[in-house]
């Protein structure tokens, strides 16, 4: 890095600038102050707050915190100070669990390298590898990818590790959950043995525990997965129905609500082609995405729901972590998600407007599915508020729903 993007930045008044809840007093390039200055970004979110001055250190950093907090920022930020820009060779990689997120990844690290003349390349599957290799040919600082094909890519020699500086594992707990660890494993081992590594997970289970014990070393640990992250900025609601009455629900809450844009959440990829079907008849701006489609039709749904083409998007957990839409206002989960922690996932994609306007999530459950629901208010560390359509019976007789004493 040149001597003037070493600068420390200074405050207007002459004096030093300390204050690590500003980008400024994190210390901070001139080069990555002015490329946030050209985004917008203009206070650090709390993950950004935490994260970065560890990062910038060097050392290895984990950071748990929810989607849609922005910590894409809290890892790009450091690897662009970490690595030098005048170096053609790949000195960065991140890998992601989906295509679509390492796409999103790839975006933002562009945004963030405004000022910078580096590359950034996304490398993922069923996209032209020779087109991903010729990119490596002319030189990539740095590499987003998932890790089935970035293990390819360096199997076949063109994605070399041999000058890797930092490594970043983006939503690790999701990477295992597909059943990319082996891959992961493969790859770190790879990997020079003194570079940094940050993890970043919405959730620690043990086997991402054992992942940072085995590859990262003395890793410093930023946990930001209170609750209060997500609920601030969205209002969130239950509708009890009985099951054969959802489909009926979700038209006239959506009447009702006139979303700009909202996300349908499926458990499986059955039911959600299902649903798109009964949508998909007399409406021209509804999209599905889930992990059987082809990836160009994956890719299309995507770039027309972010182009605003379409407005309601249908869609399971897995596509769901790559969509990253700041004009969502509306997450509907249709069918209860299968585990609380993704309940989180879900309602992050909204709460993101740039207005004072708050998300709002609905989650439909049926009489026998109560106990969930409490499960769910106990680890967003509240009472969801029950939500009726006017003058639509949603349910026939519906008993009492169970409840727990305190919600902690």
Same mark, same amino acid.
């Given at each position: 890095?040149?001597?003037?993007?070493?600068?420390?930045?200074?405050?207007?008044?002459?004096?030093?600038?300390?204050?690590?809840?500003?980008?400024?007093?994190?210390?901070?390039?001139?080069?990555?102050?002015?490329?946030?200055?050209?985004?917008?970004?203009?206070?650090?979110?709390?993950?950004?707050?935490?994260?970065?001055?560890?990062?910038?250190?060097?050392?290895?950093?984990?950071?748990?915190?929810?989607?849609?907090?922005?910590?894409?920022?809290?890892?790009?930020?450091?690897?662009?100070?970490a690595i030098d820009h005048d170096q053609p060779y790949t000195q960065a990689l991140i890998l992601a669990p989906t295509r679509e997120l390492a796409d999103q990844?790839?975006?933002?690290?562009?945004?963030?390298?405004?000022?910078?003349?580096?590359?950034?390349?996304?490398?993922?599957?069923?996209?032209?590898?020779?087109?991903?290799?010729?990119?490596?040919?002319?030189?990539?600082?740095?590499?987003?990818?998932?890790?089935?094909?970035?293990?390819?890519?360096?199997?076949?020699?063109? =994605?070399?590790?041999?000058?890797?500086?930092?490594?970043?594992?983006?939503?690790?707990?999701?990477?295992?959950?597909?059943?990319?660890?082996?891959?992961?494993?493969?790859? =770190?081992?790879?990997?020079?043995?003194?570079?940094?590594?940050?993890?970043?997970?919405?959730?620690?289970?043990?086997?991402?525990?054992?992942?940072?014990?085995?590859?990262?070393?003395?890793?410093?640990?930023?946990?930001?997965?209170?609750?209060?992250?997500?609920?601030?900025?969205?209002?969130?609601?239950?509708?009890?129905?009985?099951?054969?009455?959802?489909?009926?629900?979700?038209?006239?809450?959506?009447?009702?609500?006139?979303?700009?844009?909202?996300?349908?959440?499926?458990?499986?990829?059955?039911?959600?082609?299902?649903?798109?079907?009964?949508?998909?008849?007399?409406?021209?701006?509804?999209?599905?995405?889930?992990?059987?489609?082809?990836?160009?039709?994956?890719?299309?749904?995507?770039?027309?729901?972010?182009?605003?083409?379409?407005?309601?998007?249908?869609?399971?957990?897995?596509?769901?972590?790559?969509?990253?839409?700041?004009?969502?206002?509306?997450?509907?989960?249709?069918?209860?998600?299968?585990?609380?922690?993704?309940?989180?996932?879900?309602?992050?994609?909204?709460?993101?407007?740039?207005?004072?306007?708050?998300?709002?999530?609905?989650?439909?459950?049926?009489?026998?599915?109560?106990?969930?629901?409490?499960?769910?208010?106990?680890?967003?560390?509240?009472?969801?508020?029950?939500?009726?359509?006017?003058?639509?019976?949603?349910?026939?007789?519906?008993?009492?729903?169970?409840?727990?004493?305190?919600?902690?």
């Open positions: 890095m040149n001597e003037q993007d070493k600068t420390a930045a200074t405050d207007t008044s002459g004096g030093s600038e300390t204050d690590a809840t500003t980008f400024v007093g994190m210390g901070l390039s001139e080069r990555s102050l002015k490329a946030l200055e050209h985004v917008g970004y203009e206070t650090p979110s709390p993950i950004q707050t935490s994260f970065i001055p560890r990062a910038l250190t060097g050392r290895d950093c984990t950071g748990q915190a929810h989607t849609g907090t922005g910590k894409t920022a809290a890892f790009v930020l450091p690897i662009l100070e990844v790839k975006c933002e690290a562009e945004r963030l390298a405004y000022t910078s003349p580096i590359r950034v390349s996304c490398f993922v599957g069923q996209r032209d590898m020779d087109r991903q290799i010729r990119q490596l040919e002319r030189g990539v600082q740095v590499a987003v990818g998932t890790p089935g094909r970035v293990k390819d890519l360096n199997n076949r020699g063109h =994605l070399i590790f041999d000058n890797l500086r930092v490594v970043v594992l983006d939503e690790a707990d999701r990477m295992l959950d597909i059943g990319f660890e082996p891959e992961i494993r493969d790859i =770190l081992r790879r990997c020079p043995t003194d570079r940094q590594t940050l993890l970043l997970s919405a959730t620690l289970p043990p086997s991402v525990e054992r992942l940072a014990k085995k590859y990262m070393r003395n890793a410093d640990r930023v946990d930001l997965s209170g609750d209060a992250v997500v609920v601030d900025t969205i209002d969130q609601f239950y509708c009890t129905v009985d099951p054969d009455r959802k489909f009926g629900l979700l038209v006239r809450l959506l009447g009702e609500q006139q979303p700009q844009q909202v996300i349908v959440f499926t458990r499986t990829k059955r039911g959600a082609d299902a649903l798109h079907r009964r949508f998909a008849g007399g409406l021209n701006n509804v999209g599905v995405m889930h992990g059987d489609l082809a990836q160009s039709k994956r890719e299309r749904a995507l770039k027309r729901f972010r182009e605003g083409q379409v407005r309601l998007l249908i869609a399971t957990d897995v596509a769901g972590r790559g969509i990253d839409v700041s004009a969502i206002s509306h997450i509907v989960n249709y069918d209860i998600p299968e585990y609380h922690d993704d309940y989180v996932h879900r309602i992050g994609r909204t709460g993101r407007m740039t207005s004072s306007d708050k998300g709002r999530a609905f989650t439909f459950v049926t009489r026998e599915q109560g106990d969930e629901l409490t499960r769910i208010e106990i680890r967003v560390n509240r009472q969801l508020t029950e939500y009726t359509v006017s003058e639509y019976e949603a349910y026939r007789d519906r008993g009492p729903r169970p409840t727990v004493d305190t919600v902690a």
